[in-house]
Nanobody
Framework: QVQLVESGGGSVQAGGSLRLSCAASGSISRLNAMGWYRQVRGKQRELVAS???????NYADSVKGRFTISRGNAKNTVYLEMNSLKPEDTAVYYC?????????????????WGKGTLVTVST
């Protein structure tokens, strides 16, 4: 099993910055892509940014130029640097990992999710 623990959410005024962190732990054989998604109540969860094990990144158009995703040196952590925050960035942010892990002696590749961290941007 894989556990993802997020931190760094909070409240900030428009134009401010926040940094989200996510650490993966457990019976991990290989971490492939890691990323951040966000969800507003009543709407579908959407991709914010992702980073592959090789370092290539992908961003939602709405955050390009403002957010930066990166992986830690240990490769089991992922960060989201959020600058120039807007009220429409307000959401619960979820860490995601595409991981190969051992479960009951069997290798299994699947998506794992953190519990989410709330980001609130006020005007």
């Amino acid at each position: 099993q894989v556990q993802l623990v997020e931190s760094g959410g909070g409240s900030v005024q428009a134009g401010g910055s926040l940094r989200l962190s996510c650490a993966a732990s457990g019976s991990i054989s290989r971490l492939n892509a890691m990323g951040w998604y966000r969800q507003v109540r009543g709407k579908q969860r959407e991709l914010v940014a992702s980073v592959m094990s090789g370092g290539s990144t992908n961003y939602a158009d709405s955050v390009k130029g403002r957010f930066t995703i990166s992986r830690g040196n240990a490769k089991n952590t992922v960060y989201l640097e959020m600058n120039s925050l807007k009220p429409e960035d307000t959401a619960v942010y979820y860490c995601n990992a595409d991981a190969l892990a051992v479960r009951q002696g069997v290798y299994e590749r699947r998506d794992y999710w953190g519990k989410g961290t709330l980001v609130t941007v006020s005007t």
